[in-house]
């Protein structure tokens, strides 16, 4: 457990709360160790506060002196917002952990006029079960020690892995996003089961526990999903024709699509609010 740290969330939406509550949920910190504060949503902080035990506050000075560990969870759009306020009030005994898509640490750091460790993380909102795919990346003042700190905080939300920032982009595409493509799958499964005379909560029931099984095989037997696929593709059999229909009608290409469309749009993020650097 990290009993000496304190962690001040910025922003108090979706991203925030599934950290939160997969911290909690593994224990790691203790919710007295948590202050969460957002722009002017009092009954939102109130609510994470009546959830989870935590803190709330909207003094954001008040958070950031009480805090060892600082999680900017804000939209990448408002990143200017908030390092004018934290510039003078951010020390070098903090570390900034910044899930924004697209913002690199280089940014923060520039806009911080400081040597104020930050380090770059990617998480999807599986993190609610401890179950992310959480990719981290040290900023130009981070040490090996933080870096080793973010990755046993992180591993209470799930699995971290540890890349270049450069690889950011791509891995939001993959992991940060991914969880919707899943969702997205499962929303058509459910429909085409449903077209096919299946009532709607069965439907959800059977898609789901299909997708399950699947991720489940894929972790169990660490089996190459290719192999997994040809073990239920007989010759001349149905996967086989759902397979075809489902490169017919571009679903292969759609899905390689959606990581390249995701990846760019983190880079676009960056060039949109990065630039209005604040000169
Ligand atoms: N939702 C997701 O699946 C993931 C989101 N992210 C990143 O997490 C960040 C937050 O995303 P969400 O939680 O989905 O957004 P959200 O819109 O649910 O939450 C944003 C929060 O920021 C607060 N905020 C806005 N301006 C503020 C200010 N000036 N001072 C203090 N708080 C302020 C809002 O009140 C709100 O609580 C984004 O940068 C996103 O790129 C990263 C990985 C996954
Ligand atoms: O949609 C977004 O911009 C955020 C970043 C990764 C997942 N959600």
Redesign the pocket.
Known sequence: MFTNETITF???????EAMIAGLLKNEIVAPQQIIV???T?VE?RSELKETYGINETNNLEFAIKEATIVIL????K?IT??TNKLRGVITEKHVIMS???GITSSFIEEELMAAIPVIRV????SSMIGESATAIAGGKYTSMPQMLMAKDLLTAIGQVFVIEEEQMDVFTGVA?SGPAYFYKLIEHLQKAACDGGLKPPLAKEIAVQTIVGAAKMLEETSTEPATLRKNITSPNGTTEAGLKALEAAGGCTAIEAAVKGAASRSKELRTEYEAVISK
Request: no cysteine; charged share 15%; hydrophobic share 40%.
């Open positions: 910025i922003g108090a939406g979706s991203m925030a504060t957002n722009k949503n939102r969870a804000i939209k990448p408002d917002t908030i899930v924004l898509a990617m998480p999807n909102t940060g």
